[in-house]
């Protein structure tokens, strides 16, 4: 079945540092790829999304480039903030599978100023 | 717009006892989600509504979890009786349910303990 594997954490830095969470994904079809980001007692929040190969999602900074050819979702930015501090979910969505959402386990950045 | 609404944001309770959980969705949003995230996990479907219809509750654990949505609005989920390993954030969610791609937007969650 579809899944989504993302690098463990927790991940630690400092303000300014440059940020990857790796994330690579198994589905059966063409899936839509997501980032959610969940700050401390707050629920899941939308953080990009790249619906089709070779896409690139951004927002705030943060970017994502959609490879089919790795079926990976890699989330970066340039310069963290200590307010990126939070819990960063990978996440895909398959038509063929009912469109059901598919988590990754989560990683917890700390960003120390 | 008012997003997803959750209650109670925390709740607990002892083992064997009942507990319910509410969720209204964002006006207009079709499916409604309810997930289960047990700690340092990603949130793990229980049951998908389109309207008031169960379309995938296959991930329910019917002996002791029951969830409706009447009316194809608010949706409530119960536990009866709790077990320890109850003990997580259920989190609720919904989307328009477009068929092009499926952006889904959550509520804070209800955080449960079971003692």
């Known amino acids: 079945g579809d899944s989504v594997t993302q690098m463990e954490g927790p991940v630690t830095l400092s303000e300014e540092a440059f940020l990857t969470i790796n994330c690579t994904y198994t589905?059966?079809?063409?899936?839509?790829l997501f980032w959610y980001v969940q700050y401390p007692g707050e629920g899941l929040q939308l953080l990009l999304k790249a619906t089709k190969a070779d896409d690139k999602g951004s927002n705030k900074g943060f970017e994502a480039t959609y490879r089919k050819e790795t079926t990976s979702f890699h989330l970066e930015k340039g310069s963290v903030q200590v307010s990126d501090s939070a819990v960063y979910f990978c996440a895909l969505s398959d038509l063929n599978n009912n469109n059901d959402m598919r988590f990754g386990a989560g990683t917890r950045l700390t960003v120390k100023p | 717009e008012a997003g997803v609404v959750q209650s109670p944001r925390y709740k607990i309770i002892e083992k064997k006892q009942p507990v319910a959980f509410w969720c209204n969705p964002i006006s207009g949003h079709n499916t409604l989600y309810w997930y289960l995230q047990n700690l340092g996990q990603g949130p793990e479907l229980l049951i998908r509504y389109e309207n008031e219809e169960a379309v995938d509750d296959s991930q329910l654990p019917k002996d002791r979890f029951s969830a409706e949505r009447l009316k194809g609005v608010d949706s409530t989920l119960k536990i009866q009786p709790a077990e320890l390993g109850d003990s997580a954030v259920y989190l609720c969610?919904?989307?328009?349910?477009?068929?092009?791609?499926?952006?889904?937007?959550f509520g804070p969650g209800t955080r449960l303990t079971v003692l």
């Open positions: 589905a059966t079809g063409y899936p839509s």
């Open positions: 969610a919904s989307s328009l349910g477009d068929s092009t791609y499926n952006e889904q937007f």
